[in-house]
Nanobody, 126 residues
Framework: VQLQASGGGLVQAGGSLRLSCAAS????????VGWFRQASGKEREFVAA????????YSSNSVKGRFAISRDIAKNTVHLQMNSLKPEDTAIYYC????????????????????WGQGTLVTVSS
């Protein structure tokens, strides 16, 4: 499975961006997908995830109410809609995927993911 993240860029605080994660080479409908981010000098952190069926999502407290994850099975794509962006959201954002039927509350664990995309940079200016 190959994952391609896109949609990053430079935006002012309070603005919005939509990231996309396109999957190829596998059965997308069986993949649960998560977004992680890593700011300069910091460890990678979980942002949001959606289970393979698209009905269950899980977000970190830092983005809850501002970011929303969704999937378009027909297009083999997962989106991360990011609103009310803050300078502290600046990071490289990675999408990742795992097979199986993960428990939603474990989807923040990055070692559960088998496949990773290359990352897309999001910069939020103050």
């Amino acid at each position: 499975v190959q994952l391609q993240a896109s949609g990053g860029g430079l935006v002012q605080a309070g603005g919005s961006l939509r990231l996309s994660c396109a999957a190829s080479g596998g059965t997308f409908s069986r993949l649960s997908v998560g977004w992680f981010r890593q700011a300069s000098g910091k460890e990678r952190e979980f942002v949001a995830a959606v289970r393979w069926n698209g009905h269950s999502t899980y977000s970190s407290n830092s983005v809850k109410g501002r970011f929303a994850i969704s999937r378009d099975i027909a297009k083999n794509t997962v989106h991360l809609q990011m609103n009310s962006l803050k300078p502290e959201d600046t990071a490289i954002y990675y999408c990742a995927a795992q097979t199986g039927n993960p428990i939603l509350s474990t989807m923040w664990l990055d070692d559960k993911y088998h496949y990773w995309g290359q990352g897309t940079l999001v910069t939020v200016s103050s």
